[in-house]
C-alpha cells in the first residue's frame, strides 16, 4: 500500500551534518504519521524522530536538539536534517510510515550513515 524510498546517506566527519530525504508513494492519504529509524551492527533498531501528520515532532535524547525531522505534504516527501553528528550516529537508517487502518508499519529499503574521520 506505502512504498517508501531513502536516499542522501553517506560519509560524514565528526561534528558534520547530513540531510536524510524519503519519498512515499502508494496509499499516501492512509499514513498517520512517519518516522526515522536507525540500526547499528549487531544493535536493535531504535526510533530517532516521529512526525504526525499534523506535524508534531518527537525525538528521544540521544538526537534531541541536534536531528530535526520534517515533512512535506505536498511532495509526499519525508526529511531529516542531522547535524553535530557522532561517530556513535553510524548506522543504517531507515524511513518508517504508520499507515492504513490496522495502523500497519511500512519500511524504506534503508540507508547508510557513516560518521568517522
Known amino acids: 500500500q506505502v512504498q517508501l524510498v531513502e536516499s542522501g546517506g553517506g560519509l560524514v566527519q565528526p561534528g558534520g551534518s547530513l540531510g536524510l530525504s524519503c519519498a512515499a508513494s502508494?496509499?499516501?492519504?492512509?499514513?498517520?504519521?512517519m518516522g526515522w529509524y536507525r540500526q547499528a551492527p549487531g544493535k536493535q533498531r531504535e526510533l530517532v524522530a516521529s512526525?504526525?501528520?499534523?506535524?508534531?515532532?518527537n525525538y528521544p535524547d540521544s538526537v534531541k536538539g541536534r536531528f530535526t525531522i520534517s515533512r512535506d505534504n505536498a511532495k509526499n516527501t519525508l526529511y531529516l536534517q542531522m547535524n553535530s553528528l557522532k561517530p556513535e550516529d553510524t548506522a543504517v537508517y531507515y524511513c518508517?510510515?504508520?499507515?492504513?487502518?490496522?495502523?500497519?508499519?511500512?519500511w524504506g529499503q534503508g540507508t547508510q550513515v557513516t560518521v568517522s574521520s
Open positions: 518508517a510510515a504508520d499507515a492504513g487502518v490496522e495502523s500497519q508499519l511500512f
Open positions: 502508494g496509499s499516501i492519504f492512509s499514513i498517520h504519521a
Open positions: 512526525i504526525t501528520s499534523g506535524g508534531k515532532a
